[in-house]
């Protein structure tokens, strides 16, 4: 079946970084689009990137633009999901699904504070 395992979160402080990473088995990765998406506390579920499956070209949502960075690693079977210049308003459960089909990991919660 198909599993993703998301991890890299963690309390980073504002102005920060930190590295996601996606996990994946169960389909075939290398054809298949995947997302990332973030939800915090109280609100919908916020798309956040988007990489295609051959070309790895990149699409983000407009809070993210210009400091994140999504890539894949076809070989590894893993997405990951550079943030840069982190914002308290960036705080939430960061999660990896494949384009199409509805599957999500556990999350990984991302905390930015001072």
């Known amino acids: 079946q198909v599993q993703l395992v998301e991890s890299g979160g963690g309390l980073v402080q504002p102005g920060g970084s930190l590295r996601l990473s996606c996990v994946t088995s169960g389909f075939t990765f290398s054809t298949t689009d995947m997302k990332w998406y973030r939800q915090a506390p109280g609100k919908e579920r916020e798309f956040v990137a988007h990489i295609s499956a051959v070309l790895s070209t990149a699409y983000y949502g407009a809070s993210v633009r210009g400091r994140f960075t999504v890539s894949r690693d076809n070989a590894k079977n893993t997405m990951y999901l550079q943030m840069n210049n982190l914002k308290p308003e960036d705080t939430a459960v960061y999660y990896c699904?494949?384009?199409?089909?509805?599957?999500w990991g556990q999350g990984t919660q991302v905390t930015i504070s001072s």
């Open positions: 699904t494949p384009n199409g089909i509805d599957a």
